[in-house]
């Protein structure tokens, strides 16, 4: 039986955070419809937060965190600091969002459909925020590891490359 690797977890954190956040879209894209629909406002900012965390980390975030590392390692643009960046930003997105949204529904009369998919948005949100806590912790890791090398010039660890894993 073969072993895992370090990239083999950090690809399965990547598609995971890659499927939380396709749901967490959908959930509050539904919620912000919703709020448009039948209340004819603009959707709480709550809502729309966590809509821009979903896109922020499918397009920029996860886009340069999983093509990077893949294509790129051996360019400026693969360097431990500016992946642990996008790390932090991103996982900082998330915990404003899901706690945002989850004190504004703490003291909201609210059922039905709508209140369960903003409800479940929000649990989602902490779920995402605990895999880009976790995959920010391994960059954290290695930033630490490596400090005061200068062999490989701030580039990532060649063992966290999505490329050796697949």
């Not at 990547?14 to 939380?20: D, E, H, P």
């Not at 956040?21 to 912000?32: E, F, P, Q, R, S």
């Not at 991103?90 to 059922?111: E, K, N, P």
């Amino acid at each position: 039986m073969a072993g895992f690797n370090a990239a083999t977890i950090v690809l399965a954190l990547r598609v995971a955070q890659t499927v939380l956040a396709l749901i967490t879209l959908g959930l509050t894209a539904y919620v912000a419809d919703w709020w448009g629909k039948y209340w004819h406002a603009i959707s709480p900012s709550q809502i729309n937060f966590l809509v821009f965390a979903s896109v922020w980390t499918l397009f920029p975030a996860l886009l340069y965190l999983i093509l990077v590392p893949w294509r790129f390692s051996e360019t400026k643009l693969h360097h431990k600091f500016a992946i642990l960046g996008m790390e932090v930003l991103t996982m900082l997105f998330w915990f404003a969002g899901f706690v945002a949204l989850a004190v504004f529904l703490s003291d909201r009369v609210c059922f039905g459909h709508v209140c369960s998919a903003a409800k479940a948005s929000a649990v989602f949100g902490a779920f995402e925020w605990l895999l880009f806590a976790g995959t920010t912790a391994m960059a954290m890791l290695h930033v630490l590891r490596t400090r005061g090398r200068t062999s490989h010039g701030g580039k990532a660890d060649p063992n966290l490359n999505i490329q050796e894993g697949v």
